[in-house]
C-alpha cells in the first residue's frame, strides 16, 4: 500500500448509550468506506462519548453522593466478546476497511480508556489501553495501560496513542522505536494550538505520520493528520495535511503517502538515527519532586 488514507470522524456521540453509538458507528465506517477510507479512526471512548457519569464528575469523579452513578458508569464497561466489538469485527469483515475504535473496557483492577486496531478481515490486530490516564480528572477511576503497541496493518507499522498521551513525548517516541510509521490519535478534549503543534512536533521529531480524531464543538474538533516530512530539495515544508475546523461534523480523509515518508525516513537526521542512549537514565526515574508532587 502506497497511499494510506485514515478516515477521521469528528462526530457527535451520545452520552453513555452503547447501542446508538453502535448504529452511529456503523453509519460512519460506512461513510467512510465509500470516501475512500483505508482505515477509520474515531474519538475517545465513543463507546459512551466520553460522557460522565454525572455533573461534577469531571471535578470530582469520587463525589460520595453519586455512588449509584459512578458504579453504573464503570459497570458499563465491556469487553472484546461484547456485540459491540464483534458488531465493528463484522463490519470490517464486510466492508474491507479498518477500524480504530474506542470504548471503556474491562480491565483487571478498574475499567480502562481502549482503542482497538481492527484489520479489513474484522481480526483485532492490537488491544491498547490508554497509559497516560487522566488522573486529576475522571480517569483518575481507571486503571491506565502498561504498554505501547505496533501492529503491521497492509504492510504499514501502525501505531496508536490516546489523546492525553499525546502530550508525553515518550509515548510517541516508544512507538518509534518499536517501528511505527504512523501513530493514530483517538482524541476527547479542546484542542488549542500548542496541543495542535504538539501533533505536528511528534510527526517531525520521530519522522512519522500522525492523525487524530476528536468530537466537535467550540473549541473541539479540529481533527488534523501531519506527516513527518518538513524538508525537501527547495528546504523547509509545511507538513500538515489535514486540519480541520472545531465544530463541523464530518469525515476527513487524511492521506500518507507511504513512499515518500519511507524515502524521507532513510535519509533524515531525527528519529532513531543519532540518538544518544547512554545519556537518557534519567527518563526512567521513578521519584517525583517539587513542582510536579500533585494529590492522588
Known amino acids: 500500500m502506497s497511499i494510506l488514507k485514515v478516515a477521521l470522524v469528528q462526530h457527535k456521540a451520545k452520552p453513555n448509550n452503547l447501542s446508538d453509538n453502535l448504529k452511529l458507528g456503523f453509519k460512519y465506517v460506512k461513510q467512510a468506506k465509500e470516501k475512500g477510507g483505508d482505515i477509520v479512526l474515531f474519538p475517545e471512548m465513543w463507546s459512551n462519548g466520553y460522557a460522565p457519569p454525572f455533573d461534577g464528575a469531571f471535578d470530582n469523579p469520587r463525589d460520595i453522593n453519586f455512588e449509584k452513578e459512578r458504579q453504573d458508569w464503570l459497570d458499563s464497561a465491556i469487553d472484546e466478546e461484547s456485540n459491540y466489538i464483534c458488531s465493528f469485527q463484522k463490519i470490517a469483515s464486510e466492508l474491507k476497511v479498518g477500524i480504530v475504535i474506542t470504548y471503556l473496557s474491562k480491565g483487571k483492577e478498574a475499567p480502562q480508556n481502549t482503542a482497538l486496531v481492527i484489520d479489513k478481515n474484522g481480526n483485532i490486530l492490537i488491544k491498547y489501553s490508554k497509559v497516560h490516564t487522566c488522573d486529576f480528572s475522571l480517569e483518575g477511576i481507571l486503571e491506565n495501560g502498561l504498554e505501547f ?111 515518500k515518508i519511507r524515502d524521507y525516513r532513510k535519509k533524515e537526521t531525527w528519529g532513531n538515527a543519532y540518538r544518544k542512549v547512554n545519556a537518557y537514565g534519567s527518563l526512567l526515574d521513578i521519584e517525583i519532586k517539587e513542582p510536579f508532587i500533585r494529590k492522588q
Do not use: H
Not at 152 to 163: A, S
Not at 175 to 202: F, H, W, Y
Not at 223 to 245: H, M, Q, R, T, W
Open 149 to 259: 503497541k505496533t501492529c503491521d496493518f497492509n504492510g504499514i507499522k501502525l501505531g496508536v496513542m490516546i489523546c492525553y498521551d499525546r502530550e508525553f513525548p515518550e509515548s510517541a517516541r516508544v512507538l518509534m522505536l518499536k517501528g511505527a510509521e504512523i501513530i493514530l490519535v483517538p482524541n476527547a478534549c479542546d484542542m488549542n494550538p500548542a496541543r495542535i503543534n504538539q501533533l505536528s512536533t511528534r510527526a517531525f521529531e520521530n519522522m512519522t505520520g500522525v492523525a487524530m480524531a476528536n468530537y466537535p464543538a467550540k473549541g473541539w474538533g479540529q481533527s488534523c493528520a501531519f506527516s513527518p516530512i518538513v524538508f525537501n530539495e527547495n528546504g523547509y515544508v509545511d507538513n500538515k495535511i489535514l486540519l480541520a475546523d472545531d465544530k463541523t461534523e464530518d469525515i476527513f480523509i487524511a492521506e500518507f503517502d507511504m513512499d
